[in-house]
């Protein structure tokens, strides 16, 4: 199984950007598939996940209203839309496909990582 994060880049403040992530040897309608980002010298931390049976959608609460993730199985893609975008978002972001523990996917119980991409938002 491979996760391929894409979509990083440099941004300024209050711009968006959209990351993909596509998989090879699963697939993601079956999965509930997360983001995360970590930033230096942080942890790992949840963003967004979807869930396989219902497409239920689950947000940290610092990017509710402005993160939005969802499917493309036609393209077996999961995508974290980014908007209104803060200099502390900049880190590495992640997709990951694992559990669903409450409303979160937990880093210490995830499956398959992705690469990671870089994002910097400039003030």
């Known amino acids: 199984v491979q996760l391929q994060a894409s979509g990083g880049g440099l941004v300024q403040a209050g711009g968006s950007l959209r990351l993909s992530c596509a998989a090879s040897?699963?697939?993601?309608?079956?999965?509930?598939v997360a983001w995360f980002s970590q930033a230096p010298g942080k942890e790992r931390e949840f963003l967004a996940a979807?869930?396989?049976?219902?497409?239920?959608?689950y947000y940290a609460d610092s990017v509710k209203g402005r993160f939005t993730i969802s499917r493309d199985n036609a393209k077996n893609m999961v995508l974290l839309q980014m908007n209104s975008l803060k200099p502390e978002n900049t880190a590495v972001y992640y997709c990951?496909?694992?559990?669903?523990?409450?409303?979160?996917?937990?880093?210490?119980?995830?499956?398959?990582w992705g690469q990671g991409t870089q994002v910097t938002v400039s003030s």
């Open positions: 990951a496909v694992g559990p669903l523990v409450g409303e979160e996917v937990r880093a210490r119980t995830v499956r398959y």
């Open positions: 040897g699963l697939t993601f309608s079956s999965s509930n």
């Open positions: 979807v869930t396989w049976s219902s497409d239920r959608t």
